[in-house]
């Protein structure tokens, strides 16, 4: 679990320091501020999960200053030290929201107790909308696939994941971008903070901004409340901007800011915040052409594309089928129970085209198991579309692949063979260099090659 960070308002010097001192721990950071001003200047900075504030400070009270906390950081919870005459007003500030009060002189280990149960609170609060968004942090889907394409890009996820770089990856729909998305989480530094997914092709304009950002209270109609933008719940972890070729123009130039300064602004405040989160991309679209057609902002594009994982679709990579097949099997069949899958109904899976890839193949399978009987995944259980397109006769080990198919896959595999350097594929595929960049170019082959070559060993966030 990440550190809680704490930010204690009191104008006594000496509460400063003992607070500090005595409760700062590996878990737990504390920071101080002697006044009301101070830590609104601190809290726009930095993010903080509890505020402890003394009731009477020299330039407000800590009533004003939680009001302030519950509208502009609703997911904070704030305490109140209160002196013996003040027992009353800290009760109302119960009813306006505060998590707990203790009276001074106060005792240490009460403090200790009142803050772990605050932040547990607060956890469980961003837990909470976390799960709004589907995605408890359950480890990342094991991505199947031992053809030379999927190993290679199991070996560049692994390269890319210590570091903070972003990475952009593309494949058709149903190709496995998110499952290589969470695999990138799961092995980075972050792999314990939040990871939040956003997709920006499900919003309109207006709604992915404050989605996204965060709004203010009062920010436009309808914004009732001050909340917290999914960047903020990625704080320290990964934010998976989905289907980024679908983000609209204006937001895409708000988005290469934050890129840019790690900075943003909540919908409606003045104020910048900080934020330290690694982003990962995916899109179905060819971002190159969207520059291209005017969709997609140049400059946006250049940063995201300094890390490429291209997923190839799965009728290019037929061999991992029988893999797929079993693995699908064992997560969708009822636990402990194995299948058998007749080489008929292999040699169907295998010839058909499969244009909605893997995600397509989950969900026949999903019916097959519900026709099955007897364990047994018979071609009568498969979809008769599926039955009618697909050609078995001609051999499940023929794929039909055009010969530009081919040529990618084959120049791909070469540039993987030999670990991205070029003069050897060239040699080895017996065309130039130039040939070869020109290929890579036409086949959007370009950039993973380079940064599997030029990654630095060790870097850290
Ligand atoms: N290599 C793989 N190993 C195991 N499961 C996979 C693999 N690739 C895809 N899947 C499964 O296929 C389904 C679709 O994968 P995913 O959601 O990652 O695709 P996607 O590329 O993000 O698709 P879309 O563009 O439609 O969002 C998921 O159920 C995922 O678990
Ligand atoms: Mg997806």
Known sequence: M?????????????????????????????????????????????????????IRLPDGDGIELLSFFRQTFPDVEVILITGYGTVESALKAMRLGAYDYITKPFDLERLELVLEKAFERVCLKRENRRLLHGHKDMGAPRLVGRSPAMLHITQLIKK???????????????????????????????????????????????????????????????????????IYLADGGTLFLDEIGDMPMELQGALLRVLETKKYRR??????????????FATHRDLNAEVNAGRFHEALYHRLNVFDIHLPPLRERREEIPL??????????????????????????????????VRELRNVLERCLILSEDRVILPITLPSELVQVAHPSRSAAFSCQTLQEVERH???????????????????????????????????????????AQMPTHVTT
């Open 2 to 54: 990440s550190p809680m960070r704490v930010l204690l308002i009191d104008d006594e010097l000496y509460i400063r320091k003992l607070v500090e001192k005595e409760l700062t721990a590996p878990h737990r950071r504390i920071v101080t501020a002697d006044s009301a001003a101070v830590a609104k200047r601190r809290i726009a900075k930095e993010t903080f999960d509890v505020v402890v504030v003394d």
């Open 160 to 230: 890319v994941s210590p570091h903070p770089t972003s990475v952009l990856i593309t494949g058709e729909s149903g190709t496995g971008k998110e499952v290589v998305a969470r695999n990138i989480h799961a092995l980075s530094l972050r792999a314990k903070r939040p990871f939040v997914v956003m997709n920006c092709a499900e919003l309109q304009k207006d709604l992915l901004r404050s989605e996204l950002f965060g709004y203010i209270k009062g920010a436009f109609t309808g914004a009732m409340e001050t909340r917290d933008g999914l």
């Open 267 to 280: 919908v409606g405040d003045q104020r910048e915040r900080h934020v330290d989160v690694r982003f990962l």
């Open 324 to 357: 797929l097949v079993e693995h699908l099997l064992g997560v969708l069949g009822q636990p402990g129970t194995s299948y058998t899958v007749p080489d008929e109904t292999l040699a169907y899976l295998m010839s058909y085209h499969w244009p909605g890839n």
């Open 410 to 452: 084959h120049i791909q595999n070469t540039l993987a063979h030999f670990s991205g350097n070029k003069t050897e594929a060239a040699r080895a595929l017996g065309i130039s260099r130039r040939t070869l960049y020109r290929k890579m170019k036409a086949y959007g082959l370009n950039g993973i090659e380079n940064n599997l």
